[in-house]
């Protein structure tokens, strides 16, 4: 079993619809919690970082994450056809320095 | 600010040979992470150095090897290349305090013949 596990998709969307991306993880000891967003042909771009339980908002994205559950979300709002990416949920323990990810969803926002 | 930067963007080696990539992470940033990324594994962590210690690594041969220099760039070596080592691979760099803030290069494309 993977540490992190993710759909691979593909999630298909209309445009303006919210979208809810998942993650879930086995290992209890994981603290951070990181979101990337992955164009074809390009690295990975870091979306946004919580630290341990609780809700984070950036513009219209919002990160989820319940440690008791072990489950990571991401939502976004209003979707667009240039949010139309592959996403990757990460996870570490504190001072370990390894990030262990997920495969990723493809997303497609369609217009 | 300029990003990080890998070098070279694309390589083609043949089965036996050895392999070189650089990264130059982001001005400032002291943690430089590597990883290996292929459709059926996704992204799998291989190094982390900081200040020119690795701090940890991950579940791979010791084929694969890396280092950091003095002024944080980086250096990922593959001996002995293998078909399966076909991959992208991804350098990332960060806050040497916050390494939860990774910053990923374009990466170099890889291909084993």
């Known amino acids: 079993q993977k540490e992190v596990e993710q759909d691979p998709g593909p999630l298909s969307v209309p445009e303006g619809a919210i979208v809810s991306l998942n993650c879930t993880y086995s290992?209890?000891?994981?603290?951070?919690f990181m979101w990337y967003r992955q164009y074809s042909r390009k690295g990975p771009e870091l979306l946004m970082y919580t630290y341990s339980s609780g809700n984070k908002e950036d513009g219209r994205f919002t990160a989820q994450v319940d440690k008791s559950s072990k489950y990571i979300s991401l939502f976004i709002r209003d979707s667009q056809p240039s949010d139309s990416a592959t996403y990757l949920c990460?996870?570490?323990?504190?001072?370990?320095?390894?990030?262990?990810f997920g495969t990723g969803t493809r997303l497609k926002v369609l217009a | 600010k300029a990003g990080v930067t890998q070098t070279p963007r694309y390589l083609i080696k043949t089965r036996g040979q050895q392999v070189t990539l650089s990264c130059s992470p982001i001005?400032?940033?002291?943690?430089v992470s590597w990883y290996q990324q292929t459709p059926g594994q996704g992204l799998q962590f291989l190094f982390e150095?900081?200040?020119?210690?690795?701090?940890n690594k991950g579940n791979f041969p010791g084929r694969f090897s890396g280092r950091q220099f003095s002024n944080s760039r980086s250096e990922m070596n593959v001996s002995t290349l293998e078909l399966g080592d076909s991959a992208l691979y991804l350098c990332a760099s960060s806050p040497g305090d916050r390494t939860y803030e990774q910053y990923f290069g374009p990466g170099t494309r890889l291909t084993v013949t």
């Open positions: 990460a996870s570490s323990t504190s001072g370990t320095y390894k990030y262990i």
């Open positions: 290992n209890s000891a994981f603290q951070y």
């Open positions: 150095y900081f200040s020119e210690t690795q701090r």
């Open positions: 001005s400032g940033h002291r943690s």
